[in-house]
């Protein structure tokens, strides 16, 4: 399984950026996408999740009515749409998949697979 997440940059508060995430060596629809994100010296923190099959949605709150998770079957490919960006969002993002749902979606630890991160600066 390789995730391949790409999209990141340098962008001024305000601004949107969209991150992208392709996936490939596993079954897409049945599974289910995550974003974590990590800033320097803090701990990889939950974003945002899909389900598989129905797409049902999960946010952090750092980041609910700002962002917005969305997937394409058909391409394999998971997003991240990010709007309103603030500094405290500058982080490395990764995207994340499991095979299904589980419960514990927001740690990291119950996701199977993992991208190597994209780095988001957001500056003042």
């Given at each position: 399984v390789q995730?391949?997440?790409y999209g990141g940059g340098l962008v001024q508060a305000g601004d949107s950026l969209k991150l992208s995430c392709t996936a490939s060596g596993l079954t897409f629809f049945r599974s289910s996408g995550g974003?974590?994100?990590q800033a320097p010296?803090?701990?990889?923190?939950f974003?945002?999740?899909?389900r598989e099959m129905n797409g049902a949605t999960r946010y952090s709150d750092s980041v609910k009515g700002r962002f917005?998770?969305?997937r394409d079957n058909a391409k394999n490919t998971l997003y991240l749409q990010m709007s309103s960006?603030?500094?405290?969002?500058?982080?490395?993002?990764?995207?994340?998949?499991?095979?299904?749902w589980h419960v514990h979606y927001y740690d990291a630890q119950y996701w199977n697979y993992w991208g190597e991160g994209t780095q988001v600066t957001v500056s003042s």
């Open positions: 995730l391949q997440a974003w974590f994100r010296g803090k701990e990889r923190e974003v945002a999740a899909i917005t998770i969305s960006l603030k500094p405290e969002d500058t982080a490395v993002y990764y995207c994340a998949a499991r095979n299904n």
